[in-house]
């Protein structure tokens, strides 16, 4: 299992991650616009999301078992030093090692296609579990930002992370 680069063809798998997972991802990270959660919706975010890997300012990638979309993981805002990595887990794959799969593949793909010098991310107080996976692949705590942003009328605040290649 590795990660597929997102194409036209993953419209309809796509849509139904997303839609299953939607209240799960809704609980950990800011929510998608209501726009976003139909057939035309999901197909223009993946044109966007096409756009971006063209002009090489991004990688969206789609872990897939069992021809099943398990988890996301992209890397956004590549420059000639630095990448930011994020990844998204369906509920049903939770705790089986897809985060840990997603971003060893990230930390891979960003060192010997882009080059990069070092990935940032950055988690929400609500995901330790994110934190862990970050921590597990070596990467460091920068900053920490309270207040980052309010979730489900919740302030929380947001770690920052970094991974420098050696």
């Not at 992209?74 to 998204?88: C, E, M, P, Q, T």
């Not at 988690?123 to 930002?145: C, D």
Request: glycine content about 4%; overall charge neutral.
């Amino acid at each position: 299992m590795q990660l597929e680069l997102l194409s036209k063809h993953h419209l309809q798998p796509l849509f139904d991650f997303e839609l299953e997972n939607r209240v799960w991802f809704e609980s950990l990270i800011e929510p998608r616009d209501n726009n976003f959660y139909s057939e035309h919706g999901v197909e223009q975010h993946i044109a966007a999301e096409l756009d971006k890997v063209i002009s090489g300012t991004a990688f969206c990638g789609l872990l897939i078992k069992d021809n099943e979309i398990v988890a996301r993981a992209n890397l956004r805002d590549i420059s000639a030093n630095k990448a930011f990595v994020g990844y998204r887990v369906s509920k049903r794959f939770l705790s089986q090692g897809y985060a840990s799969l997603c971003l060893a593949s990230l930390i891979e793909f960003a060192k010997k296609e882009f080059g990069v010098q070092f990935l940032e991310a950055k988690v929400l107080a609500n995901n330790p579990a994110s934190k862990q996976v970050l921590l597990k692949q070596g990467f460091e705590i920068i900053g920490n930002v309270p207040n980052f942003i309010t979730l489900n009328n919740k302030s929380l605040a947001c770690t920052a992370f970094r991974l420098k290649y050696t």
